[in-house]
């Protein structure tokens, strides 16, 4: 045991990461979403049509209350994931169409639906990076439907 704690030290101290954990989420979401100042909540739209975001690059601060309004205005369903951003999170919960809300640990995809579909995604951004967004169905990607997604 001792030797492993050495071994460890020494990858630490050598920069070495470690494998990532089982669960990759962040261990206390639950914290970051009720130390946020959801009244200074900021709202960002996303609009989703053939075949891009707009916008497609959207900026995070890190421990801010956010709410992403996913509005499908195009003639196909779309999907925006990213399966790395939505772990770099702290999720509060989804709203869908003002209608129903839903709750998990985390979330990894979300498709809109055409014509008019609205995902309302509610989190905390924690863990700074830049992580690709993008739809999944056929061609879009190839075709524009992808941004990305910083947390500063
Ligand atoms: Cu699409």
Not at 75 to 82: A, G, L, N, P, V
Not at 100 to 121: H, I
Request: contains cysteine.
């Amino acid at each position: 045991m001792k030797f492993a704690r050495l071994a460890a030290l020494a990858c630490l101290a050598a920069g070495v990461s470690f494998p990532v954990l089982a669960a990759d989420y962040i261990d206390n979401a639950k914290d970051y979403v009720d130390k946020a100042d959801w009244k200074a909540m900021t709202t960002v739209t996303v609009e989703m049509s053939e075949h891009h975001y707009q916008p497609e690059d959207i900026r995070f601060q890190a421990g801010k209350a956010y709410k992403v309004q996913l509005k499908n205005v195009g003639e196909k369903d779309h999907y925006f994931t990213s399966p790395e951003f939505n772990r770099a999170v702290a999720w509060r919960k989804i709203m869908v169409n003002g209608q129903m809300e839903a709750k998990a640990p985390y979330f990894t995809a979300f498709e809109v639906l055409k014509k008019g579909g609205q995902l309302d995604l509610y989190f905390v951004p924690v863990k700074a990076g830049s992580y690709p967004v993008y739809c999944t169905i056929d061609d879009h990607r190839e075709k524009g439907m992808e941004g990305q997604l910083i947390i500063e």
